[in-house]
Nanobody, 124 residues
């Protein structure tokens, strides 16, 4: 079982930047795909970005392309999400996940592969 702990959320003005971190433990880091999801207020969770286990391939939601960057540091067992040019619509709880799976019906993550979330609030 993997344990995921996010940090780095906060309040930022529109146009600002934040970097989220996710410390992983319980499984050998770098041997499984990882990603970020978010849940805006009153909405369902949605996919943001994914990184393959090698750290060589990335996928982004359209809303994140060109503004967000997912990366990892194997030595620190940490996943990152660099967020630039933040917009009020980026306001959400951001979750680090392990082994996100994409199918014809969308993205899914097993119940035990979620972090507790970190709040990001972007003011206009």
């Amino acid at each position: 079982q993997v344990q995921l702990v996010e940090s780095g959320g906060g309040l930022v003005q529109a146009g600002g930047s934040l970097t989220l971190s996710c410390a992983a433990s319980g499984r050998t880091f770098g041997t499984y795909n990882m990603g970020w999801f978010r849940q805006p207020p009153g909405k369902e969770r949605e996919f943001v970005a994914a990184l393959n286990w090698r750290g060589t391939n990335t996928l982004y939601a359209d809303s994140a392309k060109g503004r967000f960057a997912i990366s990892s540091d194997v030595d620190k067992s940490t996943l990152y999400l660099q967020m630039n040019n933040l917009k009020p619509e980026d306001t959400a709880t951001y979750y680090c996940v392990a082994e996100p799976t994409r199918s014809s019906s969308g993205w899914s993550v097993s119940d035990g592969n979620w972090g507790q979330g970190t709040q990001v609030t972007v003011s206009s």
